[in-house]
């Protein structure tokens, strides 16, 4: 009778407790193993896409050199300095600012050597990023043109070369060439220990390698060995372009405006090493799992197959008027186990939400942040004073360049000071002056700006950049072509209710269509990495700060106006 019970009792619990856990364990295994794998290639990819976005920069240097130089009057200067030997003053002056603009590119990339700008001329001359003009035969680098010669626009050339005459060493360059249709090239020299400084701070894997390939060939590779495009030959089986073979998992990214394809190869050993861990652990634990529940099955069944012994003992003992043996009595906690775990699910239950309330909060004051520093310009003020300093040593007097830099300078000033605090209407307006006359210079005065600030409101505050992007979307989408009765109306008034701001223009407008998607859009905002983020920006911030005590209202008639209206509560303090 004992023994039946005991394996009643073992098999029943045995069978209980394991199949819970290999459920778990298996469901756990479906799930984790993907989403390893899908963390290991999203790893890779971020690889990939770093190493793209970097080389996509230094293609950008290069439009911006042939952007400055391709203009027409720009062309034919620096072919008249190209052509002679001697300059008058004005070639002096064009081709050494057209040398400083580069040199300032160089110094603010720390990977680029130097920039060469040429086009076709009777000397065969070069100008230097230095502010050297070179021949071909005389310069130290003189095999450069036609080392880099190729028919396409963009073009990358990895070669060696002397720049310097102080330096006795050739050196490992990647120069990006581009040419227009009309002679004009713009090569930049990247030094190739910048592709070992990206690779080093991938923290690559033990065993990964990554390259990068122009039209097959290999330009850089991580390892240093060239050599290596073997590796890709075998079967690989490709998807997303992923590919997986017997002893390598390969991923591999295309830009097609660079031409260039880059490709991470890990050993299979290293790239599903966690997945071979967890899988492991996950084993190791079932196993000692499937152990301790036997060994406590066969404890408790012993027990209870004891305890219903002594009990069917007993009855028969009772039954058949023998001396009655002594019940062994099993000692349980279970109420107390009970009222000790249901004190600590309310706890961690408390604990719980006030945790979350605290983070809620902590994500809105963060997006609250990031949506402000989302409309500050980053760029160097210092930088700014310089070329105000030296345009007005070159004109020797203050010109109407000196007061656009000035005028971009307190902007800027303006934009980086406490950008969390609320400002008066008076220094909002006054900053976005500066921001509407630079416009109106870039745009040959072809609009104007009204303002009809009220004096009851210039001591209001509100939040910073409000008034600019507004202003900029009149210019942006506003503006249709030569027209020169342009104009844009900003309106602040101030009443017992709160503070109005209009900013209407006479510009292109919207259609009934076009307006009913821009308010419904207003409350689709996709994050911090959206293209156009005036309008869905501004609105994101004051729903942040004011919730619902805030109205901003858009209206547009075809052809005639486009207007915003916001409503903010009073404040001034």
Same mark, same amino acid.
């Given at each position: 009778m004992q023994r039946k019970i005991f394996y009643t009792y073992?098999?029943?619990?045995?069978?209980?407790?394991?199949?819970? !856990?290999?459920?778990?364990t298996l469901v756990y295994l479906s799930v984790s193993i993907p989403e390893q794998k899908e963390a290991l290639l999203e790893e890779g990819r971020n690889n990939l896409a770093l190493i793209q976005e970097n080389i996509s920069l230094l293609l950008n240097d290069s439009t911006? !050199?042939? &952007?400055? %130089?391709?203009? @027409?009057?720009? *062309?034919?200067?620096? &072919?008249?300095?190209?052509? /002679?030997?001697?300059?008058n003053y004005m070639e002096y002056i064009f081709y050494k600012q057209l040398a400083s603009q580069m040199n300032s590119i160089v110094n603010l990339r720390d990977y680029i050597d130097s920039i060469y700008v040429?086009?076709?001329? =009777?000397?065969?001359?070069?100008?230097?990023?230095?502010? =050297?003009?070179?021949?071909?035969?005389?310069?130290?680098?003189? +095999?450069?043109? &036609?080392?880099?010669?190729?028919?396409? =626009?963009?073009?990358l050339i /990895?070669?060696?070369? +002397?720049? $310097?005459? $102080?330096?006795t060493a050739s050196r490992d360059y990647l120069t990006i060439i581009e040419e227009n249709g009309k002679g004009l090239v %713009?090569?930049?020299?990247?030094? @190739?220990?910048? $592709?070992?400084?990206? $690779?080093?701070?991938? =923290?690559?894997?033990?065993?990964?390698?990554? *390259?990068?390939? +122009?039209?097959?060939?290999?330009?850089?590779s991580s390892d240093g060995n060239y050599d290596n495009t073997g590796l890709l030959d075998g079967p690989y089986s490709w998807g997303n372009a992923v590919m997986e073979g017997r002893h390598h998992l390969v991923l591999r990214s295309f830009s097609h405006n660079m031409g260039l394809?880059? !490709?991470?190869?890990?050993?299979s050993s290293v790239a599903y090493a966690g997945i071979y861990k967890l899988f492991a652990v996950f084993l190791c634990t079932a196993v000692v799992c499937i152990l301790t529940t036997v060994v406590y099955s066969v404890h408790y069944a012993s027990r209870m197959a004891g305890q219903l012994s002594s009990i069917v003992e007993l009855m028969e003992a009772a039954s058949r008027n023998r001396p009655l043996p002594e019940v062994r009595k099993l000692k349980n906690d279970v109420y107390n186990y009970i009222l000790t775990n249901m004190m600590q699910t309310f706890v961690q239950n408390d604990y719980l939400k006030l945790s979350l309330n605290e983070r809620r909060l902590r994500a809105i004051s963060l997006e609250l942040s990031a949506l402000q520093y989302q409309m500050q310009p980053h760029f160097l003020l210092n930088t700014l004073q310089m070329i105000n300093f030296e345009v007005l040593r070159i004109s020797g007097k203050p010109c109407r360049a000196n007061e656009m830099i000035e005028g971009l300078?307190?902007?800027?000033?303006?934009?980086? /000071?406490?950008?969390?605090?609320?400002?008066?209407?008076?220094?909002?307006?006054? @900053?976005?002056?500066?921001?509407?006359?630079? *416009?109106?210079s870039r745009y040959g005065n072809r609009f104007r700006v009204n303002w009809e600030i009220a004096k009851a409101a210039l001591s209001c505050r509100m939040p910073k950049f409000v008034l600019q992007p507004l202003i900029e979307n009149s210019i942006r989408h506003g503006m249709d072509g030569e027209r020169e009765d342009f104009f844009i109306e900003v309106i602040i008034h101030r009443d017992a209710s709160g503070l109005g701001i209009i900013v209407r223009d006479n510009g292109r407008g919207l259609g009934?269509?076009?307006?009913?998607?821009?308010? *419904?859009?207003?409350?689709d905002f996709s994050g911090f990495n959206e293209k156009h983020i005036g309008l869905k920006n501004i609105f994101r911030r004051l729903n942040l700060r004011y919730e619902k005590d805030f109205k901003l209202i858009l209206n547009s008639e075809p052809g005639k106006n486009f207007s915003v209206y916001i409503r903010l509560p009073l404040s001034e303090f």
């Open positions: 073992f098999f029943r619990l045995l069978v209980l407790s394991l199949l819970p !856990i290999i459920l778990l911006k !050199i042939m &952007s400055l %130089v391709y203009t @027409a009057p720009n *062309m034919y200067m620096l &072919s008249q300095v190209l052509d /002679k030997s001697e300059h040429y086009i076709p001329n =009777n000397r065969e001359a070069f100008l230097t990023s230095q502010a =050297n003009i070179f021949t071909l035969y005389g310069a130290m680098d003189r +095999n450069w043109l &036609s080392a880099c010669a190729g028919g396409d =626009n963009y073009r /990895k070669r060696q070369a +002397n720049l $310097f005459a $102080f330096i %713009v090569a930049v020299n990247v030094m @190739a220990s910048y $592709f070992k400084r990206i $690779f080093e701070n991938l =923290n690559l894997k033990q065993g990964q390698k990554i *390259m990068i390939l +122009n039209r097959g060939a290999v330009l850089f394809e880059f !490709i991470s190869l890990v050993p300078s307190r902007f800027l000033q303006y934009s980086l /000071k406490a950008p969390d605090h609320d400002v008066r209407v008076e220094e909002e307006t006054e @900053a976005t002056r500066y921001y509407t006359i630079l *416009m109106e009934s269509e076009q307006m009913t998607a821009l308010r *419904m859009s207003l409350m």
